[in-house]
Structure formats: C-alpha cells, structure tokens
C-alpha cells in the first residue's frame, strides 16, 4: 500500500553566505509516496540539485521541515540515515580495480563491521540486488570497462544492496542513448512497484517522464514547486504553462509537447491511419499545414485508401503524380508549389 514516506512542510533551501541568504526555492510542501516513482522537472539552475542535496541531508535546509518516516531529518545520526536513505549520483566516478559485484558490495557498507567484510546474508542481498536489476552478466566485470547504460545500472544495484526505503537518484538518465534512458526509466518504475520503494529522481527528459512517473514535481523560480499525476498536471492547464515557451506547445490530447511549426502554405489530405498521419507530420515540419479540413485546389491521398502504399499528389491542374515515399512526395510539392 502507498504510504506517504517524506514528508515536506515550508522548506527553504539554498545556500547561506557571508553576509546574505541565497535562497534557491521556498515554502515547498509535499509528500512523496513508497510504490511510485516521482520526477522533479525544471529549468537549468532552477534547484533541483539543490533540493536532492537537502532531502539527503547532504546539506542543511534553510527552515521548514523534512520527516522521513515519521522522524526529522536532523534527529537521524549518518549511520541511520545511510540505513534509510540511498542517493544514486551521475557524476561519472573514476573506480579502478574494481568489479562491479565489488562496488554494489559496498551498498552493504551500514551493516558491515569495520572492515566491511561481507556476510553471507549480505552476499545474498547483493546477489538479490543484481538479479532485480538484471545484470549477472555484468557482475564480473571491471567497473571502468563499463557504458554509461551498465555502469548506472550498477549503480542502482548498489542502492538496492543499502536496502533503503527512500532512493534518490540526480539525473539518472543524463548520459544515455534514448532506448538506455527509457530502459532506465522503466526499470526504476519496475522497481518502485516490486520493492514498494520511494523512488525520487531529477530529470530533463520531460517525455519519458510524463508517460513512465506516478508523480511530476514541477519546479519553477516563479510558482515553487507544483505536484500531481502527469495527467492531473495536463488537465489543470500546469504543463502547458511551466512550458510556454515560443515554438512548443502542449497537446492535451496525447499528454505530450510539440514543436509549433510556422506554416507557409496549407493542402487537404485525404485518408486515415498511420501514413496519413506521418504525412500530416512531414509536410507540417517543412511549413505546410496539411489535414483533412483544409480547402485547396492541390489534394493528397494518403495511401492507405487504395491499400497499394503509394501517395497521390493532386496537382490543381494536370496529371495525379503516383509516388512511393514521403520523401518523394516532399520533392514532388516543392516543383509545384
Ligand atoms: N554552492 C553553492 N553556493 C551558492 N549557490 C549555489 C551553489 N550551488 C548551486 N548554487 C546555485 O543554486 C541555484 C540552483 O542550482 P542547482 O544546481 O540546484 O540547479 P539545478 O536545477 O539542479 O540545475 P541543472 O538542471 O542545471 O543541474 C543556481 O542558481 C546555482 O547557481
């Protein structure tokens, strides 16, 4: 069962300096859950390192409160803190001579004695942590002779090996290739329902987020911090305002953002489907305006009529061209527009 592990009321967090206060964002108040997955959203600069570093007491708040369990954050000793808290960082570490078992063996480092000699239940855990991850075939390998990909994976196992209900996670897809940021994504998502974990992680990929999180935490210098459901946040119009900017625009119909084109020229199309979909997409990113309702003398069909999977230009006079692809039906308009 979802049960609301963090518990934030009136934070300020920034930097004390020497004469003056350099605060970054104020009054927050919110929770976050076990079992979901949660995204902090915001602009370069706007604090979300800044907040990650206070809710791991990795550096003090300015005032307000932060419950963790039940419990303030300044009431935990570092011992217990390292048992309920673990934070995954990007920063890519230099380790040598290390293999990667040997690194998410460190994860066990609360519990073990000085010498950080792992016991057999301990051995177990890590094991435990590799296999929820899925990286056995990884396990022997050197740390630095890893990918971004695989080495954040380790990471993440590490995490899983401090056996901590809360983890944190900075940017944990900055240095991904798109197919190993949305595996990522969907693994911590797994992960969160698996483990009944709270999950709470920095990102700039805003799309991945909007469809993979339980929770979007918006952060903005103007409006603090503003929380929900990705779908919640359409609905009340948040997103398409956090993002007005000239040029992207918010699509309540599918959640998600897109790059406002200024067109030049429009043209009807007739048909349905997938092609006529991606042909409305191609002509509309070279600045033509192209669907169904327009009124124009040139019309395109789309394809999927006829079945054959062919695009017929319809020129205002003469001859219906027959092309193959989009491409060619991109070369056929420009030669009579
Ligand atoms: N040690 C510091 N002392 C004073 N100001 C700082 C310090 N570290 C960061 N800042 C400032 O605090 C603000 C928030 O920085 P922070 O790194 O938290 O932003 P961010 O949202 O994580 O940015 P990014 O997306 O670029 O990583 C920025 O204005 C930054 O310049």
Request: net charge negative.
């Given at each position: 069962m979802k049960q609301e592990t963090i518990h934030i009321k009136n934070l300020c967090i920034g930097y004390p300096g020497k004469g003056d206060v350099k605060v970054v964002a104020s009054d927050i108040c919110a929770g976050i859950n076990s079992g979901e997955l949660t995204c902090l959203l915001g602009a370069n600069g706007v604090g979300k390192s800044t907040l990650l570093r206070t809710l791991s007491a990795f550096q003090p708040r300015l005032s307000g409160e932060i419950r963790i369990e039940g419990k303030d954050?300044?009431?935990?000793t570092d011992k217990q803190l390292s048992k309920v808290i673990s934070v995954v960082l990007t920063e890519k570490c230099d380790i040598r001579n290390m293999s990667a078992v040997e690194l998410i063996g460190l994860g066990r480092s609360p519990y073990t004695g000085f010498w950080g000699t792992l016991s057999k239940e301990d051995k177990a855990v890590v094991d435990h942590a590799i296999e929820l991850v899925g990286i056995s075939h990884l396990a022997?390998?050197?740390?630095?002779?890893?990918?971004d990909g695989e080495r954040q994976k380790v990471m993440i196992a590490k995490a899983l090996a401090q056996e901590t209900p809360v983890i944190y996670l900075d940017?944990?897809?900055?240095?991904?290739?798109f197919p190993s940021k949305v595996e990522m994504m969907q693994l911590l998502h797994l992960l969160s329902r698996q483990t009944d974990k709270t999950i709470f992680l920095s990102t700039h990929d805003l799309e991945l987020a909007l469809q993979i999180a339980d929770k979007i935490w918006l952060m903005d210098k103007v409006n603090g911090v503003t929380i929900g459901t990705p779908e919640d946040l359409s609905l009340d119009g948040s997103l398409s305002c956090f993002f007005a900017r000239k040029g992207i625009a918010f699509d309540l119909e599918t959640g998600l953002f897109r790059v406002n084109n200024e067109y030049t020229s429009q043209v009807r199309l007739i048909g349905h489907g997938q092609k006529y979909a991606m042909v409305r997409k191609a002509l509309q990113r070279n600045g033509i305006l192209a669907n169904r309702n327009v009124e124009s003398d040139v019309y395109i069909e789309t394809g999927d009529l006829k079945g054959d999977g062919t695009f017929v230009l319809h020129p205002a006079s003469g001859e219906a061209i027959t092309v193959q692809t989009i491409d060619e039906l991109l070369a056929e308009i420009v030669k009579i527009r």
């Open positions: 954050i300044s009431s935990y022997h390998r050197m740390v630095h002779t890893l990918s940017e944990p897809t900055a240095f991904l290739d």
